[in-house]
């Protein structure tokens, strides 16, 4: 049996270089390997979760499935799919809910961090503005991993909790009503990028500070040139640890060109000199993709073709598995 790895990317906002460094492009090479079986799908049922107006939903879809089929996904060896088009998820969703103790999804993360944030603000009630679904997230995305019987699944360090919590759910299911459930582990992998953003924290959507991948030529220039430096004057030679555009620089080049350009920071190349070269670098790194992506933006009927391919693949998978597991818990259409 090929070992299974799956993992999901939620549809909000726009993919930025760090999602490319730290995710698409490790997720893109590993789903080259014949031995091993990869899903990849749009989140786009946890995308509701952070109430985004449906028209920011609808464009983060289409811009982040045409950013891995730019990127080269080989999306006829790969299931590539969005949630939402595999209803059994939902439905294994449910069986999930009646396993899971609320008492474990009180210790998740994101619940108790806005739960955290409500306490401190003083509001009286603990659970101001949380809805059921960012209470239950990790439910939804315990069913993603079940559904297809992943092994190992690649995700931050903040999505570890989760995938623990989906064990969890699984081992339940599996006592009360037989082993059906594969348990699945979290792959972190420590030595992809991180990389920092425009002020110089964790390129996030969260602190705002992202440089959008697939930009036009010129906008793109002039996000570069607004990555933080510090006071050094041109000539004074700079230190390339921890230094954002070496390490963005560094994401995207050769062992020998990043030598190079660390004799550049012993020298003392000027900041603006250093973006310019970052920007040339990185335009150039992305030109053939940028063109597949503006090609498939301006056709979401073709988008729409691999993704329908994609969800009938899948849901081979999912429907007589999903049968499975109501049958198992005693839920079998009476007309069969
Ligand atoms: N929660 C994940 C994130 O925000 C996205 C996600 C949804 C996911 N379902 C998943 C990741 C299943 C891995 C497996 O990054």
């Known amino acids: ?18 999602n490319y ?8 090479e590993a789903s080259a390997n014949p031995d091993t079986e990869h899903f990849y799908f749009l989140a786009d049922l946890h995308a509701l979760i952070k109430g985004f107006a449906a028209e920011d939903v609808r464009r983060s879809r289409i ?6 089929m730019a990127l080269g996904l080989d999306t006829d060896k790969a299931y590539f799919y969005c949630q939402s088009d595999i209803p059994e998820i939902p439905g294994v969703a449910w069986l999930l809910s009646c396993q899971a103790a609320k008492g474990l ?8 961090a806005v739960v955290q944030e409500n306490e401190d603000s003083g509001s009286n009630d603990p659970d101001k503005g949380i809805t059921m679904g ?37 081992q339940r299911f599996n006592h009360h009503y037989g082993e059906h459930f594969v348990l699945p582990e ?4 420590t030595s992809t990028a991180v990389l920092a953003g425009l002020d110089g924290r964790k390129m996030s959507k969260s602190y705002n500070n992202t440089i959008a991948l697939f ?21 004074e030679p700079k ?5 954002t555009l070496f390490e963005i620089y560094q994401a995207f080049a050769s062992e020998a060109q990043v030598e190079d350009v660390r004799q550049k920071y012993a020298d003392g190349i000027a900041w603006g000199e250093m973006k310019q070269y970052l920007f040339e670098h990185l335009n150039e790194v992305l030109k053939e993709p940028r063109e597949n992506y503006a090609e498939l933006i301006a056709k979401p009927a073709v988008i729409g073709e691999v993704l329908h391919a994609g969800a009938i693949k899948a849901r081979k998978l999912s429907q007589p598995f999903a049968a499975e597991l109501f049958d198992a818990v005693g839920i079998k259409p009476m007309w069969q």
């Open 105 to 112: 999804l009180n210790r998740a993360h994101a619940y108790k």
């Open 239 to 243: 230190d390339p640890q921890g230094n």
């Open 134 to 170: 960012l209470f239950s997230y990790p439910v939804l995305m315990a069913a993603d991993i079940l559904m297809f019987k992943a092994n190992k699944v690649p995700v931050g360090k903040d999505q570890i909790q989760h995938i623990e919590m989906a064990r969890d759910m699984a």
């Open 186 to 189: 979290a792959q972190v992998d």
């Open 63 to 68: 811009e982040v499935a045409a950013t891995w």
């Open 21 to 28: 460094a730290g995710a698409i492009r490790p997720a893109i």
């Open 215 to 235: 930009l036009p030529e010129k906008q793109f220039r002039k996000q570069i040139m607004k990555i933080k430096t510090n006071s050094l004057e041109p000539g």
């Open 1 to 18: 049996m090929k070992q299974v790895y799956l993992t999901g990317i939620t549809t909000s906002g726009t993919p930025h270089l760090g």
